[in-house]
């Protein structure tokens, strides 16, 4: 089978790279990002998604059985930043690979990564059957690109399933992120570089899952799921980042004192999300294999090791 990835020069299109050529020893991969290389064992090219038609040039003469699209703004804080930038680029690509399907007449299927960011705030846990609430620049984008799925879906005949991803974590991750940046911080500070941590609100609670399960569960969702269908990827718990950290201490053996950094807090930050993965286990039969102190211990080990490269 043939594998388009966009993105995969990030962190999930590294994991996803990884799990697939295990998965499939004849796997034909093929990956698309912006970044000038991608250091990865696959066939790779350097490209803006935004551009129309290279991206249909791209698309057309590869001709993919499977179309895994990861490109994306995925910070809601750099969203906040500079809003029409993570509107454009996420609406304008997705648009951009649904046209080139339709234009070259082709049966790719699309996997669509959305954002639990979309349920915005209100009941919990949130299900695929509840309504959308975005409440960021992010989280809007990320509602147009589920929309416009569906739209190809409904009358275009495009193959598409969709996600709506909450935060995954693991070795490798971005420090750009919060759980990553914690632990970076965490492991300075048991090697003598730092002697505090410094915090956003970490009274936040957030439903994390582990990058290894997340793959797993979007190669599962491309293979098996019904066209046009929607799947929450989450672990169903909580955690606020105040026990994240509390359990890196406990896996560190060291006692953190903690500083709030104003510049760290967000506008609108939703206290507690949560979500339902029940719809994905039980038509899909995925189940999470790592518990936050596995992921946590493994970011804590990747980042020490790096740093006696």
Request: hydrophobic share 40%.
């Amino acid at each position: 089978m043939k594998y388009f990835i966009t993105g995969v020069s990030g962190f999930v299109g590294r994991y996803f790279v990884e799990y697939l050529q295990k998965k499939e020893n004849d796997a034909d991969i093929f990956g698309a990002d912006i970044a000038p290389s991608c250091n990865l064992p696959i066939k790779y090219r350097q490209i803006d998604l935004i551009d129309k038609a290279a991206t249909s040039e791209i698309i057309g003469n590869y001709k993919p059985d499977y179309i895994v699209h990861l490109a994306s703004i995925s910070s809601v804080g750099q969203s906040w930043q500079n809003p029409s930038f993570c509107f454009v680029n996420n609406t304008t690509i997705m648009l951009n690979i649904l046209e080139a399907v339709v234009q070259n007449k082709l049966n790719s299927r699309i996997l669509s990564i959305g954002s639990s960011e979309e349920y915005g705030d209100g009941e919990m846990p949130f299900a695929e059957n509840m309504p959308l609430n975005p409440k960021n620049p992010y989280a809007v984008a990320k509602v147009s690109q589920e929309l416009l799925g569906k739209l190809y879906a409904e009358n275009m005949g495009c193959d598409v399933v969709m996600t709506r991803s909450f935060n995954h974590i693991g070795p490798n991750q971005s420090e750009r992120f919060v759980v990553p940046s914690f632990m970076r911080q965490i492991v300075n500070i048991k090697q003598g570089a730092e002697n505090k941590m410094s915090v956003g609100n970490i009274n936040v609670a957030r439903d994390f899952l582990d990058v290894r399960d997340v793959v797993d569960a979007y190669y599962k969702i491309l293979h098996r799921a019904k066209s046009g269908a929607i799947y929450n990827v989450c672990s169903g718990k909580t955690f606020k980042l105040s026990e994240i950290i509390k359990i890196a201490e406990d896996i560190s053996g060291i006692n953190i004192n903690v500083e709030v950094d104003t510049s760290r807090l967000r506008p609108n930050d939703v206290m507690v999300i949560v979500g339902s993965n029940q719809k994905i286990k039980q038509e899909l039969g995925w189940e999470p294999q790592y518990d936050m102190q596995q992921t946590i211990k493994d970011i804590l080990l990747s980042m020490e090791q790096n740093n006696e490269k």
